[in-house]
């Protein structure tokens, strides 16, 4: 009738806004990760890790638009299986809205995955090997973990008409598609690139008594992209849900929401306070490390964006809380194992994705996962139904690592052996800003003291 | 009729994506006041006032999940009249996600009224003392405020079935509950708490000449913070309709953009050209202070908080300008007070928050009250309808501060008695990055010259 | 039918909350152009530079409440062609909220014009000059621009009954309407203002042999800006569309969505690459620039902002990588007229805003045309329908160009023969904030080292 061809209408409008809403906000996120690495890098830095960031939303746009998403999403079909989609290269046969707003929300995913790894491997990375692996990611790699688990063919997807141990991998809104992929990046990546020079080794190469922290050279500039990262979360999760045109979608939307605050403030607080009964342990004094309270945060984030949509909100409060002793887990482990991670992205998104992981598969609460995903009788390990939701989520953050150690390493090993990976030590002394990019990224200099003055006078 | 099913299905998505929306804006807000706080400290300070942005963020979600939205809110009945909510602890009984999404909107609320107080004592408050006080405040004083005017069973409300005087309190989107909620409590705690050392005394208690101000440490961090909380504001005031699926919500919606934004833009300039014009009187000279323009913009915004939903643009306007001098008079009364604020929070929220409630008793329009809350009769003072809107808006400001000082006054001269509250003089004078946080927020030092020279052959 | 009148209701719903999120994010980019700004200058103008940007948005709010809404639309009748409108002087006769709303939307326009020229201008342009051309601008030059091409009055819009040259000017989100008007003020204060001191020439006005740069005082501030004001774009050019509760509106604001994100993508690809080739060939050193790569992606935005719901994706590319060049070329053409540019705001805004015209008569296509307007009958040249729409886009953009050169050359001549325009060269060398602003906007000393030795015992 014509009053339900309206309401179709008004849904279409509803619909889109919803993701151009989501998107944006997700979209944002570059900012806060561009301002998380500025802040967190030397000042002779600053320019080169802010150009990277700026380009990989830039090459991520233009790679995911020539074949990221035919990879991604091309010709899915819930009735089969595949490796990897095979249409709509360049947007071809695009005709619809919801087509197009699609894109874009899921170009911004795969933007994400992609700056992820731009901090970690700061300071030392050559600007053409970091564009051409950020190109491979959101132009292969990444777009192969998204059919695999996000398009309806994916052999491990929960969207299958037969799924994976019945119910297939839930991974919402990415703790593994976005944030193992991009972490474990990072990962292969520092190994491979070795640490920044005087951190673990001096110059010459002799290891150091102890290793060296650089303090980031803008602790401001840190929080204004924690807090945009945070901000962003309420497209990144929420957003999931892709339509909002019913109270099916509203709910998990709503449910979101919750779960992604209280996990962000659970791993905030978790990080920091664990940090500083540790710190006065050893010590003796009471200190209260601001790394710490954003890098929970941002685990908190990562951690329950996987379950987000499936975990009641003391399950998130759970998930946040120990997302906090992963994040510092993980990150002493690095320092251990001398792998230079320059902004903890490595804690934060492989760390916590896999966690965020596995919490859904011990956490996912029966009735919200029948509203997010189907009745289908797998929920979380302590509602007791069984283990196949846990062994999926297990499985398919395995694939995750697999996948992408099997492609990225020999491309890194490669780059590197090829001289191709890494600046020469002298240009990584002065800082590639000076070295790369015509100069210093910060000029504070006042007018001459002559001059004021004569002004004065 | 299944049309009007369908229907009410898209008004779910559509009311829930609102406040999505609009809790995002508020929530945004945190990054502004953490910017603008940042900003205006010394550079000693900068680590720890954002620490504690973000942790009474997290520790507002904490305190809110747990048990303040269940003061604020829960079983509320219009029929009868109650102090504080009893049901919805730990978000327990949430079935529907109209509810969920509330709980997100109202918890970006009760962080805002928290991070207020942060600034006002910076630079000497303890950090422990802060954590306790917010929690506090978000846990506990600021639910008893919400729920008397905001619930249907508060004694004051207007949404109760027999509203105090006829129409209750008007505070649509909390000029009140909100701003002065957080004013006030800053206001006590930096009585209690002292000023700064050497702002109006030296380091020996003696009285100094003259008031010293400190200049901020960076301007650019500033606006930066003033330009995110104008935007966050966005959701703040138009997102108080809680719902946007029907025409006269629309319409409330529409009208508190816009008189938001007249009165930002009416403040800024007033307290700019009036500032200008005082001090040429007293210097000479024609200087411009930009500090006028942002906390006059902000003065604005408190201000029309309260009747964004219920005055006409002219009385925007009208109310935005009485803002700014609003601003400057009590900006100048605490100075002469020697109550040290050190970001002018009390001056913007206290007494511009006062102010909003009075503009709405002087200001409502019946018409636009009528649509906003109901027709009942009494409206702004101008209109001639009498003076119970008045009497309701002096009332409810009233027991705002006496609820408050209550509460706040014996919590925080407690603390002071066993030395929580303040930090020790050296550690002031050293500043808290140094001596609580690791050491200073910048680190601006470049590659040292002898490499860059080596580098440059 | 009453399921329709409640369908109305959600869509007048719906339609609202879509022009407060866009009008939000458009207001957004205010905070943009303020970080731009002021990272682009030298640190000793910063606040004068960041009180312009706040204060052309409050002037432009109030500008646009009193007189420009109502010049710029007031009236219109799609039967009858006029030069301005002529009611709805400070929102008189405003009755419902979709009218409220639209004003929102349309001041956020307004302000972004306005704040176009402040960073060309920047460093050496009195503050009350500032003042008195952003107000002409936004309450009476823009509108008049705005009547001509977006009103259904307008001797040239494209939504008049009988539109010029059987389809009317195109300029969907403004290329023309907003950033060309914006540009070419912004031209034309820089001719007549000259450029500062030490620029082209010493300070005794003699020629320099080379033009000298300014390095900006903050790259960090600079790519906040860019960033924020890519994100708002999505509010700018989405929201174009001015509703969303029709499929037709919701395709077209997804395709903006696309268009918008690729050519931003192309332009910053373009620009950055181009000047690292066009760099190597004359000093054979490789080296990338970050200024071109956000100023590329600006252009690439500005371009597409005329046909970003009237091209498909890949013309969208080929737009922005053109935007690139179009940057470039105009930049280095400024230099080589002596006009200098303190933000090249206006190769960005000018350059490409009429690149951007031009890109909608060459590749409009006809399906998404015809959606976006309606089915006239004539597109872009490349799709063989004649050329009547760019000669409609090459007449519109000369009128923008002639209009505003009119009315802003002989104001500016003006002021500047009144001494009115710029500053003394004594404050222009001790700079603007310490002359005007009482003082830097930095103090980034930290605590003495005896303190910090004290403490440290």
């Not at 700061?122 to 959101?138: D, G, I």
Request: hydrophobic content about 50%; charged content about 10%.
């Amino acid at each position: 009738c014509a009053a339900f061809e309206s309401i179709g209408e008004t849904n279409d409008g509803l619909d889109t806004f919803y993701l151009l809403f989501a998107a944006s906000f997700v979209f944002f996120m570059q900012t806060g990760f561009a301002m998380l690495c500025a802040g967190s890098v030397r000042q002779k830095n600053v320019k080169n890790i802010m150009l990277k960031n700026i380009l990989d939303a830039c090459g991520g746009a233009l790679g995911f638009w020539s074949v990221g998403y035919a990879f991604a999403y091309g010709g899915a079909d819930s009735s089969k299986k595949g490796f990897i989609g095979n249409s709509g290269f360049f947007l071809s046969g695009f005709s619809t809205g919801g087509e197009l707003i699609g894109w874009f929300f899921q170009f911004a995913f795969a933007a994400t995955a992609a700056t992820i790894v731009a901090g970690t491997v700061a300071e030392r990375c050559k600007f053409e090997a970091y564009l051409a692996y950020s190109l491979m990611l959101t132009g292969f790699v990444y777009p192969v973990v998204v059919y695999s688990i996000w398009s309806s063919s994916g052999w491990i997807t929960a969207f299958n008409a037969d799924p994976f141990l019945g119910c297939g991998m839930h991974d919402f809104a990415g703790s593994g598609v976005v944030h193992m992929t991009g972490g474990i990046t990072a990962l292969i990546a520092a190994k491979i690139l070795g640490p920044r020079i005087g951190r673990f080794y001096d110059a010459d190469g002799n290891p150091l008594p102890e290793p060296v922290s650089f303090p980031p050279h803008s602790v401001a500039l840190q929080v204004l992209g924690t807090f945009i990262l945070w901000v962003g979360w309420y497209g990144f999760n929420p957003g999931s849900t892709l339509a909002i045109s019913s109270s099916a979608s509203a709910a998990v939307c709503a449910l979101a929401a919750v779960t992604t605050t209280i996990a962000a403030a659970a791993g905030s607080v978790s990080a920091l306070f664990t940090d500083m009964f540790l710190s006065r342990m050893q010590t003796g004094e009471t200190e209260y490390d601001i790394t710490m309270c954003m890098n929970g945060a941002l685990s908190g984030l990562v951690a329950i964006t996987a379950g987000c949509a499936t975990l009641a909100p003391w399950a998130a409060f759970v998930t946040g809380v120990v997302g906090g002793w992963v994040y510092i887990f993980v990150s002493n482990l690095l320092v251990k194992l001398r792998i230079d991670d320059a902004v903890d992205a490595v804690p934060v998104h492989f760390g916590n994705g896999m966690w965020g992981c596995i919490a859904v598969g011990l956490f996912a609460e029966p009735g919200r996962t029948a509203n997010a995903y189907s009745a289908h009788g797998n929920y979380g390990l302590v509602y007791g139904t069984g283990a196949n939701l846990l062994g999926a989520q297990v499985v398919g953050l395995l694939w995750i690592i697999g996948w992408v150690t099997v492609i990225m390493t020999p491309y890194f090993l490669l780059l590197n052996s090829m001289g191709l990976f890494r600046v020469d030590s002298i240009e990584e002394e002065v800082g590639l800003d000076i070295s790369h990019h015509k100069g210093a990224a910060y000029d504070i200099s006042g007018p001459d003291e002559s001059t004021v003055a004569k002004f004065e006078l």
